[in-house]
């Protein structure tokens, strides 16, 4: 059975582009509109890697991710971070919160392959 | 003031005394004396025009003083009118981003439907070629006509290969411009934040 991810974008666009990347690999999506749209998805739904943004409304990345790792069944699920900031200060307060990973946009659709596969391989392993 | 150079003039017509004066020790006394006296005029004189220039500057400050509730008046007024135009300016700020979503939205949309289909079909003539080149292959040991024919579809196999992996190269292209949007709108919102910051400020201004 495929690997679902679920990405989560304010950006209608942005989901497209990703969703559209990760479908060309064989993998099953989700979508979200921000931090509060992907807890409710994710209650409904086994999800096997999360792709986010940062700066969202309602929810924004950092506060899903902590809600997220709060969680029993999502404890140790992997969270790339997709964004646009690159300064350290929020790298690390991403790690902080439990990212996994960290890309910066724009993305290329290799680079993001790279990073899915390898968090797909360590969840086989 | 004017009695002041009067005064220095008549030292100065005394200092011209004592050349008429005998002997020449009286008469450079004299003229030592009428310079001295000309010297300390000009002294009191310079004093007297340093100390007018603070009345002056003191005149020139009541009357700013006295200007001030007028220029901070025209200064609010002209500001009242400029913010009025701050929520119209982060207003056309978000319709420019919600046109530029839409717009790249359609563009993402007809280019995912583009590159599906120009991969699949690149795929199935892929696959179709592969499989007669392995037909020819397969019955050539004994027709040379045959293998003419299978080096053929081998040769046009790697074309196709090519253009696969030329097609892959601009599609990741395409899908890096495509986020170009999503990174300005994001750097336009902050803009439009601190719009809207700046004109809290100004409305806290009384």
Redesign the interface.
């Known amino acids: 059975m495929a690997k679902t991810f679920l990405i989560v974008d304010d950006s209608a666009s942005m989901r497209q582009l990703v969703a559209f990347t990760i479908q060309d690999a064989g993998y099953d999506v989700l979508l979200a509109e921000n931090g509060k749209d992907a807890l409710e998805k994710m209650s409904h739904a086994k999800v096997d890697m999360v792709i986010t943004d940062l700066n969202m409304p309602e929810m924004d990345g950092i506060t899903f991710i902590r809600e997220l790792r709060g969680k029993a069944d999502y404890k140790f699920i992997p969270v790339v971070m997709l964004t646009t900031e690159s300064q350290e200060a929020k790298k690390q307060e991403g790690r902080a919160a439990g990212a996994s990973g960290w890309i910066v946009k724009p993305f290329s659709p290799s680079q993001l392959m790279d990073v899915v596969k390898k968090f797909v391989k360590e969840r086989v392993q | 003031m004017n009695n002041s150079l009067g005064k220095i003039i008549v030292s100065l017509g005394l200092a011209g005394i004592p050349i008429l004066l005998e002997p020449l020790s009286l008469r450079i006394a004299s003229f030592a004396l009428c310079a001295g006296i000309a010297s300390l005029l000009l002294v009191q004189r310079e004093a007297q025009r340093l100390s007018a220039q603070p009345s002056q500057t003191d005149a020139a400050v009541s009357q700013e003083r006295s200007d001030g509730p007028e220029i901070i008046h025209a200064l609010r007024d002209r500001l009242t009118t400029r913010k009025e135009l701050l929520p119209d300016l982060a207003d056309q700020l978000r319709a420019v981003v919600r046109q530029t979503?839409h717009a790249?939205?359609e563009i993402?949309?007809k280019f995912?439907n583009i590159?599906g289909r120009a991969r699949g079909q690149l795929q199935v003539t892929t696959d179709i070629i592969g499989s007669m080149a392995q037909d020819q292959q397969t019955a050539s040991n004994l027709d040379v006509d045959r293998t003419a024919k299978a080096e053929k579809l081998v040769t046009k196999l790697k074309g196709l290969s090519a253009e696969t992996d030329m097609l892959s190269r601009d599609?990741?292209g395409i899908?890096?411009?495509?986020?170009?949007?999503?990174?300005t709108?994001?750097?336009i919102?902050k803009v439009i934040g601190q719009i809207s910051q700046f004109q809290g400020e100004l409305n806290d201004v009384k």
């Open positions: 979503e790249v939205l993402s949309e995912m590159a599609i990741n899908i890096m411009s495509l986020q170009f949007q999503d990174i709108r994001q750097e919102e």
